[in-house]
């Protein structure tokens, strides 16, 4: 009764049962909004498409509403159960370290932790860096990883600058490719971190957010593969078959013309640009590939 009033409960179409609407926290704004919006959809839920000010949005097809919140509150909103589950950066919830469960990796936001120096400085390894002093908004993770003693410079933006201002011989922050460093003179010189969109839950996660997890799990692992189709002499398919990469074996169907196989199979995304020249080579013919939507183990 209480959370009816809350105006929590829905009753989904054609159902008495009145069911708990799930809710999950979507960045607000910044880099991860448009592909959290996105993988939602593509996981079939139907987001009403939100407008820029907007503060949540339902779902059409699914009892789940969306809130948008700063993608750095993500992690105490889940812990606090504002919210049963969230999209945010793994940066931000191995930063935070908050009560939390890491359920699916989302590929997307990809990124790494890295810590950097000045183009010219004598530091080459992060080992060197001990003793001085280095400029981060990640004080918890770059207390954790950087080996030995540094003093850290805890900084909010503009952290390239920090060297360069003479506030740090080092810095630890995000990157991607690796033009922000170079932009401003810096280079990397180690690792931290590997970070990419996660999507969390609390210790113990509501059904549905883990049924969810599974359901973008598939999405993700069908943005990672396509299915490929060819035909081939069947003569040739001892080669083709060893050339098709793929979680199965492939699957060989008889086409009409004698002699001839039609191959099936899923292939990593990756891959395809070197497949396809050496299937090719080696007699396939009428190849197509095609995206996946869903991809269940
Ligand atoms: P934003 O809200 O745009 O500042 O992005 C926040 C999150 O995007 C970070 O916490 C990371 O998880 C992810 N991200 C991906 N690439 C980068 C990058 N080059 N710099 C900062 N954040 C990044």
Not at 20 to 39: M, Y
Not at 61 to 86: F, H, K, S, T
Request: one cysteine or more; proline letters at 8%.
């Amino acid at each position: 009764m209480a959370a009816e009033r809350r105006g929590r409960l829905r009753t989904r179409a054609g159902s008495p049962e009145p069911l708990e609407r799930l809710r999950i926290a979507v960045p607000s704004k910044g880099r991860l909004r448009e592909p959290a919006i996105e993988l939602i959809h593509d996981a079939g839920l139907g987001p009403e498409t939100p407008g820029d000010r907007a503060l949540a949005f339902p779902c059409r097809n699914a009892p789940v509403e969306a809130l948008l919140v700063r993608a750095e509150d993500i992690p105490e909103y889940v812990q606090d159960g504002v919210v049963d589950c969230g999209i945010t950066g793994l940066d931000i919830v191995r930063e935070r370290a908050l009560d939390v469960t890491e359920l699916v990796l989302l590929g997307f936001g990809a990124c790494s932790l890295e810590a950097a120096v000045q183009s010219e400085s004598p530091v080459r390894s992060l080992g060197d860096l001990r003793g001085g002093r280095v400029a981060t908004s990640f004080p918890r993770l770059a207390r954790d990883l950087l080996p030995g003693d540094v003093e850290l410079v805890d900084v909010s933006g503009s952290v390239e600058l920090a060297p360069r201002l003479g506030l740090a011989d080092a810095i630890v922050d995000l990157v991607s490719s690796g033009s922000t460093l170079r932009t401003n003179g810096l280079r990397s010189i180690g690792n931290l971190l590997d970070s990419e969109a996660v999507l969390i839950g609390p210790p113990e996660p509501r059904d549905d957010a883990l049924q969810l997890a599974g359901v973008f799990r598939s999405v993700v692992d069908a943005r990672g593969a396509r299915y490929l189709m060819l035909n081939a002499p069947e003569e040739s398919l001892e080669e083709i078959c060893s050339l098709v990469p793929g979680s199965r074996a492939p699957s060989v169907l008889p086409l009409a013309e004698p002699g001839m196989v039609a191959v099936h199979s899923v292939v990593p995304a990756q891959d395809v640009w070197r497949l396809l020249p050496a299937l090719e080579a080696a007699g396939a013919s009428s190849i197509l590939l095609v995206p996946l939507e869903r991809m269940l183990a």
